[in-house]
């Protein structure tokens, strides 16, 4: 299994780190519908009050994400 996770992330962990940042992010745009179905209405007002707003965060995250993975395919692609 950790072959497969390996072979998905190119064996960069530049690239699986721009995963996870892109998976937080995107858990963030959503964060209501994922403080409803643990049954805390309220986790996205403790969010905002710990880190600001939900949705801007999670689109910032998800930006540097597509950034970090394009830069990190394109150092790939001139290495080969």
């Not at 390996?6 to 962990?13: D, E, G, N, Y």
């Not at 530049?14 to 959503?30: E, H, K, P, Q, R």
């Not at 950034?67 to 990190?72: H, V, Y």
Request: aromatic letters at 4%.
């Amino acid at each position: 299994m950790l072959g497969k996770l390996k072979a998905f992330c190119l064996h960069s962990l530049t690239v699986a780190w721009g995963y996870v940042l892109a998976m937080t992010g995107a858990a963030m745009t959503v964060i209501d519908n994922i403080g409803d179905a643990l049954g805390d209405p309220n986790l996205r007002d403790q969010i905002n009050n710990a880190i600001g707003d939900t949705r801007v965060a999670g689109r910032v995250l998800l930006v540097i994400s597509i950034i970090t993975i394009l830069a990190r395919l394109r150092s790939l692609r001139k290495a080969a």
